[in-house]
């Protein structure tokens, strides 16, 4: 059983969804936003709030697994730069708390959650409300961070699998 934290990391919203998994089930235990636009246009303020929010769902669910999407080239290079401060300061938060970091691209999470990588906001939101049987469609921002969560959950499943098959052939070799 393990406990997946992700992120879907963004300077003013960020999104956090957290599932517990055991081997192929996923079952949810929440998911929200961190709300850095509180603190108004001081981006080092929001990087706080990101920072103390992160940490403090650390504390809360206490995680064995951390994920969060990585960085895509926007249109803006200063939302990109943004983007990137916001998302080191959740690693960060992660670091503290003694978690590797796993990072995946928009497409690899559409493409795990959904089975394209080019799937949309809605199809991304259908899905994991599907997977995670939940009564109502998580915000977006949420959605796309329980998105991150399942996407870690089934590269670490299948990684598992993957050791546990390379054991056996070794042993299989020192017979």
């Given at each position: 059983?393990?406990?997946?934290?992700?992120?879907?990391?963004?300077s003013?919203?960020?999104?956090?969804?957290?599932?517990?998994?055991?081997?192929?089930?996923?079952?949810?235990?929440?998911s929200?936003?961190?709300r850095?636009?509180?603190?108004?246009?001081?981006?080092g303020?929001?990087?706080?709030?990101?920072f103390?929010?992160?940490?403090?769902?650390?504390?809360?669910?206490?995680?064995?697994?951390?994920a969060?999407?990585?960085?895509?080239?926007?249109?803006?290079?200063?939302?990109?730069?943004?983007?990137?401060?916001a998302r080191g300061a959740?690693?960060?938060?992660?670091?503290?708390?003694?978690?590797?970091?796993?990072?995946?691209?928009?497409?690899?999470?559409?493409?795990?959650?959904?089975?394209?990588?080019?799937?949309?906001?809605?199809?991304?939101?259908?899905?994991?409300?599907?997977?995670?049987?939940?009564?109502?469609?998580?915000?977006?921002?949420?959605?796309?961070?329980?998105?991150?969560?399942?996407?870690?959950?089934h590269?670490?499943?299948a990684l598992?699998k993957?050791a546990?098959?390379?054991?056996?052939?070794?042993r299989r070799?020192?017979?």
């Open positions: 059983m393990s406990i997946i934290l992700g992120i879907d990391p963004g003013r919203l960020t999104g956090y969804g957290v599932i517990k998994q055991q081997g192929r089930h996923f079952t949810y235990l929440g929200g936003c961190i850095a636009i509180s603190a108004g246009d001081d981006l303020a929001r990087l706080q709030v990101i103390a929010g992160v940490s403090e769902l650390v504390l809360q669910f206490k995680p064995d697994l951390f969060i999407e990585q960085v895509f080239m926007a249109k803006n290079p200063d939302s990109a730069l943004k983007l990137g401060q959740a690693i960060v938060a992660a670091t503290n708390a003694g978690l590797d970091i796993a990072e995946y691209s928009a497409r690899q999470i559409k493409q795990s959650v959904v089975g394209s990588g080019g799937a949309d906001k809605t199809q991304v939101q259908h899905m994991v409300k599907t997977i995670l049987k939940l009564p109502g469609t998580p915000q977006a921002d949420a959605a796309d961070a329980l998105a991150v969560a399942l996407c870690h959950g590269s670490h499943e598992g993957m546990g098959k390379v054991t056996k052939t070794v070799r020192l017979r």
